[in-house]
C-alpha cells in the first residue's frame, strides 16, 4: 500500500511539472505575440503559430494521464478533485495559447502596414496577462487559492485598458475611415489578451473550488464584493 501511494505521488508530481511546462509555454507565448505586435516581426509572429501545436499536444498528454491516473489508480477525495482540475485548468491554458496565436495573426495581417499608432495599452495588456498565468497556475501546483488574490486586480486593469483601447480606435476610426484596416486588427488583439485574463479567473474559480468546494464563478468572491 505504502509503495503503492509512493508511485502515485511521484505520478502527480510528473504530472504538476508537465502543467507547469505548460503554463511557462504559454507565458511565453503570450509574451512573443505581443512583441511580434510591437515590431511588426512578421517571422516572431509565424514561430507563435508554429509553437502553440505544442501546447495543444501537452494538453492531449495531460488530459490522457489525467484520465488514466482516476481509472488506475482509484485516488482519495483530494486527489480526485485535483486531477478533474487539471483536466479543465489545461483546457484554459490551452484556449490561452489560441488566443496568444489570434494575436499573432493579427500581426501577421498588419505586418505590411504602418502601425495606426505607437502601442501603449497592448503591451501594458500583454505584461498583465502574462502575469495572471503565473499567479493562477502557482496557485494551482501550490494548492492555495490565496495566492491568485491578485488576479481579481489585474481583471479590472486589463477590462480599463481594453476599454480605453475601444475608445481610442473608434475615435481614430471615426475620423478616418481609412484608418479601418490598421485599427481593427488592434481592437481584436485587445480583446484576445482580456480573453486570456478571462481564462485566468476560471482557473482561479476552480482552485477555490478544489480547496475549498467553494463555488465563486463569474467572480463572486470576497475580493469582488468589496469593488
Not at 160 to 167: A, G
Not at 202 to 212: D, G
Request: hydrophobic fraction near 45%; charged fraction near 30%; proline fraction near 3%.
Amino acid at each position: 500500500m505504502m509503495e503503492h501511494k509512493t508511485t502515485f505521488d511521484q505520478e502527480l508530481s510528473e504530472l504538476k511539472e508537465t502543467i507547469t511546462r505548460m503554463g511557462l509555454m504559454v507565458q511565453t507565448l503570450i509574451t512573443k505575440a505581443v512583441d511580434s505586435l510591437q515590431k511588426l516581426d512578421r517571422r516572431l509572429a509565424e514561430a507563435v503559430v508554429r509553437e502553440d501545436d505544442e501546447i495543444d499536444r501537452l494538453e492531449l498528454i495531460i488530459d490522457e494521464k489525467c484520465v488514466q491516473l482516476m481509472a488506475l489508480r482509484q485516488p482519495e477525495a483530494s486527489d480526485l478533485r485535483f486531477l478533474a482540475t487539471a483536466i479543465r485548468i489545461v483546457n484554459d491554458l490551452e484556449r490561452m495559447g489560441d488566443l496568444a496565436e489570434d494575436v499573432a495573426e493579427r500581426t501577421i495581417e498588419l505586418a505590411d502596414k504602418p502601425l495606426l499608432k505607437p502601442l501603449i495599452d497592448i503591451p501594458k495588456m500583454g505584461d498583465l496577462a502574462v502575469q495572471s498565468v503565473a499567479l493562477v497556475l502557482d496557485a494551482f501546483i501550490m494548492g492555495n487559492p490565496s495566492r491568485a488574490n491578485a488576479i481579481w486586480v489585474i481583471e479590472k486593469e486589463v477590462d480599463r485598458l481594453r476599454d480605453q483601447v475601444h475608445d481610442e480606435l473608434m475615435g481614430i476610426m471615426t475620423q478616418d475611415a481609412s484608418t479601418v484596416t490598421r485599427a481593427i486588427p488592434l481592437l481584436l488583439v485587445s480583446r484576445h489578451l482580456e480573453r486570456i485574463v478571462d481564462h485566468s479567473t476560471n482557473i482561479a474559480e476552480e482552485v477555490v473550488y478544489m480547496i475549498e468546494a467553494k463555488v465563486i464563478k463569474h467572480g463572486g468572491n470576497e475580493q469582488n464584493d468589496k469593488k
